[in-house]
């Protein structure tokens, strides 16, 4: 997808965005933040991470962003006794009795893991070289997948039944971790209004996989200031107790911080943001708008915080 100059780009992605918006809310309501953390972490190359109980459409909410980018897509559902093998592929015989590898659904562009928090950590980390180098290892072999290539994964509160705690490693895979709450009152009317009736909207497809590519470059061009580079990494590095530049909030709650990953996506989200708002350049503001979802699942607490009563949010918040 060919373009005049970067601004030209720029204000592209931004009408483009507004259209996939458009689109998406003819079926979720109430949900405008999420949806646009979500695009933002698609125009980085990121993989976003949606946690809330059941019944809050983070599943419809995966399903009509895919249908509003001409992608191929897939969804995995995570249940105790899926295998890695049921997410990569597996070799099997065929009549010639040779070994040939049957994909598995992980060769898509957009995968929706489902509920991933309720299989072991053993069958999530099949995710962790797909999300981090865009590739699968199996039977010795190793394989590109498509780009893009974006993993939705969706997770109900580890304090339900039956689900397994997210190891770091593979949480750090995740750009964005984002909480999703009920809905205010006037949208829940609109919803049961319109899922209790004959009423079936349709969205349709706003993006191609060419032009998120090329929005992808086009980020990744995006000038940054240097307070603003300064700002991004000196947060990420004020979470780390311990450190020469942990911040005293760290220093009295967290058992441990962010690493360079979280500064990465400071700057790439806070380049996202700035482009969907109209801004050729990000400033501190749109580091801090992306900072919580980025940080969020990047610190632990410690005991002092948990017999406190100290949320994530609340750290985040001091930190800022």
Known sequence: MKFKNDVAALDALRNKTAELKKEITKVIYGQDEVIEQVLISLFCRGHVLLIGVPGLAKTLLVNTIAKTLGLRYKRIQFTPDLMPSDIIGTEILDNERNFKFIKGPIFANIILADEINRTPPKTQSALLEAMQERTVTA???????????????????????????????????????????????????????????????????????????????????????????????????????????????????????????????????????????????????????????????????????????ISIDNIIDTLL
């Open 139 to 309: 039977a010795g072999q190793r394989f590109e997948l498509e780009k893009p290539f974006f993993v939705l994964a969706t997770q109900n509160p580890i304090e339900q039944e039956g689900t397994y705690p997210l190891p770091e490693a593979q949480l750090d895979r995740f750009m964005f971790s984002v909480w999703l709450d009920y809905p205010k009152l006037e949208d829940e009317l609109i919803i049961v209004k319109n899922t209790t009736s004959t009423l079936e909207v349709a969205p349709n497809t706003i993006l191609s996989g060419e032009e998120i590519r090329s929005f992808q470059e086009v980020i990744r061009k995006i000038p940054v200031n240097d307070n603003v580079l300064n700002y991004a990494v000196s947060l990420a590095a004020k979470t780390r107790p311990g450190k020469e530049n942990a911040g005293k909030t760290a220093k009295q709650y967290l058992k441990w911080g962010a690493g360079p990953r979280a500064s990465q996506y400071l700057v790439l989200g806070a380049k996202t943001h700035a482009a969907l708002n109209g801004k050729y350049s990000p400033d501190i503001e749109d580091v801090k708008a992306v900072a919580k979802s980025i940080l969020r699942h990047r610190i632990i607490k410690n005991y002092k915080a948990e017999a406190e009563n």
